[in-house]
């Protein structure tokens, strides 16, 4: 059973960084990623990286968040530096298995940018 686990997320003052952690079980996983979203607005991805190394990124966060994985762990981190007031939103992880090519949410953690 595929089970995806997040942790990090809190308030933090603009300006200010956060790291959020998702720790994936029960597959192999080819793409891990990052998804947002804000009150009234669609999921959008934040970031993603593939199990080949490929990274993608939001322009609204390039330069200021970094992706990474730990394959040997199953874990995806986004480091989130330089935060703004509209990074607020509920941050949720998303992985693709290598088999089936079936997708998976984790529960969601809040990440609040107060200005």
């Known amino acids: 059973q595929v089970q995806l686990v997040e942790s990090g997320g809190g308030l933090v003052q603009a300006g200010g960084s956060l790291r959020l952690s998702c720790a994936a079980s029960g597959s192999i996983f080819s793409t891990m990623a990052w998804y947002r979203q804000a009150p009234g607005k669609q999921r959008e991805l934040v970031a993603g990286?593939?199990?080949?190394?490929?990274?993608n990124y939001a322009n609204s966060v390039k330069g200021r968040f970094t992706i990474s994985r730990d394959n040997a762990k199953n874990t995806v981190y986004l480091q989130m530096n330089s935060l703004k007031p509209e990074d607020t939103g509920v941050y949720y992880c998303?992985?693709?298995?290598?088999?089936?090519?079936?997708?998976?949410w984790g529960q969601g953690t809040q990440v609040t940018v107060s200005s």
């Open positions: 998303y992985a693709l298995t290598v088999v089936l090519s079936q997708s998976y």
């Open positions: 990286k593939t199990n080949g190394g490929i990274t």
